[in-house]
């Protein structure tokens, strides 16, 4: 078996290579590599493990790369991505790999014809956008309402489309949840992205390792001929980490600092970090995958004593003063230009907006910490009283306006016309087959706007056209306010009477409009 993958040395490349080398089965992996730093020390472990690496230098966006890499292989997994920070300093990058990358993934693909690889796509949980207390938990089909100003999770929203509506013949998509990995402390202490994570943003942890054992799984059922287009290809899946990974931004900074002696307080103020407009959400339906492969075997909890036990510098910090070490860590990152601190101060009022609801409302927070309301610590933001342990146990469901659990065979032309409808929309098609999902149709949206698109693609993995589809732009409180499916999330953490778009212009500069 020949394997290629794209996004070796990345956090979760690096390690599906690692321990794919281990696998007997695999008799060549081929790498397209684009950022070479980190990739030696993978290539000498490959070298112990007498296993043959070809390395090919070059990107996803160029369909010479690509054919080169994936002709004659098995499978093809593709973690290639430019995340936060580097997607908000190197936009161009992120659209060159998020986007257009998996457009050219899948025409070279289709070109193989009878000799394409397996596809497995990854893609990731900022598609679901900005999740809170009210409807904290995901699920496959959600609709996919990506965060103003959040580049990555746009040209994610796009790849990912690509591949759902593609030729490829054996694909899947797999939404990746927040990972965890080795030296995720070290990288988020060079730019001001920390501060985008609200304190109480449900998050679901994986690791770097358990995502790493998801795809060796995938490799060995699939090999053992137990994966079929019933359980697993041609659909969308969400990795999820399991109820004690479910915790929320101010636990995730939290049990970060205590393995240093020390507690969210000693390093951030409530007013460092944004009070909407993140990406992040617990999963209703992340057993899917974990009943299929068993590969949730390290919690969020875990993999910070991890950390504690294999870092051992840390406990150098713990005699280190508080106020010294939030002075010459935490303050510094304020000045960077992905930091709140940063568009206050410069005036970025597009930013302020949708991450606060406005520079007032960034001023008026109050910095108290023992006057917050933490989520996790009992309390939700309009001061009720929680039991967090059977909240975060006990999923709950959006409204899909059809019955997203009946089998895919039994979907009828009426299922079609509802999603459509409480889109604001209409389907136009008038010969749609029961059960025939993968054909391509016709729909029209609010905006008398008509696009083709397979009832897979928009009833069970939440896309539908709008503005995120075609310009760097978020269109979503206007949207929402014909779009039950929309409003369902955005009216979580959003007036109904805002009524702006925010768009980025030819520079990457974050703008907006108040709509009439």
């Known amino acids: 078996m020949k394997i290629a993958l794209f996004g070796v040395p990345g956090n979760m490349g690096s390690e599906v290579f690692k321990t794919l080398l281990k696998e007997d089965y695999i008799e060549e992996i081929r790498l397209l590599v684009f950022w070479k730093k ?80 397996k596809f497995i796509h990854i893609s990731t949980i900022g598609t679901y956008g900005d999740r809170n207390w009210k409807h904290p938990f995901a699920e496959v089909g959600d609709p996919l309402v990506c965060s103003p100003f959040d580049l990555y999770a746009l040209t994610k929203v796009r790849g990912e489309f690509t591949v759902l509506e593609s030729n490829v013949r054996d694909w899947v998509v797999i939404r990746q949840d927040a990972m965890f990995y080795d030296k995720i402390l070290m990288k988020n202490v060079s730019d001001g992205l920390m501060f985008h994570t609200c304190f109480n943003t449900p998050l679901e942890w994986s690791t770097s390792r358990t995502s790493a054992l998801l ?30 990974s479910r915790i929320t931004g101010y636990d995730t900074f939290d049990l970060g600092f205590r393995i240093i002696g020390c507690k969210v307080g000693d390093f951030l103020d409530v007013n460092y970090n944004s009070s909407r407009n993140f990406h992040g959400s617990w999963y209703s339906d992340g057993y899917k995958l974990n009943d299929l492969f068993d590969y949730q075997h390290e919690t969020a909890p875990e993999f910070w004593q991890h950390v504690a036990d294999t870092h051992k510098y840390f406990k150098l910090a713990k005699i280190c003063p508080k106020k010294l070490m939030k002075a010459f860590v935490t303050k510094p990152l304020l000045k960077s230009p992905n930091a709140p601190y940063y568009w206050n101060k410069h005036h970025d009022e597009a930013r302020m907006l949708a991450y606060f ?61 509802a999603v459509a409808a409480a889109h604001g929309g209409k389907l136009l098609t008038e010969d749609f087959a029961k059960g ?81």
């Open 38 to 117: 980190g990739l030696s020390a993978l290539l000498r472990e490959a070298k112990k493990a007498k296993k043959p690496v070809k390395v090919h230098y070059g990107t996803v966006a160029n369909p010479d790369d690509v054919r080169t890499v994936i002709d004659g292989v098995d499978y093809l997994l593709n973690m290639a991505a430019v995340i936060p920070p580097e997607s908000d300093i190197h936009p161009l990058s992120a659209i060159e790999a998020n986007e257009i990358g998996p457009k050219v993934i899948t025409k070279v693909i289709e070109e193989l014809g009878d000799k394409q690889p």
């Open 215 to 244: 795809i060796r799984n995938i490799l060995r059922r699939d090999r053992a001929g137990d994966l079929n287009d019933d359980n697993f290809w041609h659909h969308c899946f969400n990795i999820g980490g399991g109820e004690e």
């Open 357 to 417: 609801g406005g520079s007032d409302k960034f001023a008026a927070i109050d910095n108290d910490w023992s006057k917050f309301p933490v989520l996790s610590l009992g309390k939700t933001p309009d001061g009720q009283d929680i039991d967090f342990a059977a909240f975060r146990a006990k999923p709950t469901r959006l409204e899909h306006f059809f019955d997203i659990d009946k089998d895919r065979k039994e979907v009828t032309i009426e299922d079609l016309r």
């Open 436 to 516: 025939d999902i993968f054909r391509k149709v016709r729909w029209q949206n609010a905006d008398g706007e008509e696009f083709e698109a397979r009832p897979h693609s928009v009833l069970f993995c939440g896309h539908w056209f709008n503005l995120v589809y075609k310009e760097y732009a978020w269109d979503f409180d206007r949207q929402a306010k014909f779009d039950k499916i929309v409003a369902n999330i955005w009216y979580d953490s959003h007036d109904p009477r805002e009524n702006r778009r925010y768009w980025y212009d030819e520079n990457f500069a974050a703008h907006y409009e108040d709509l009439k």
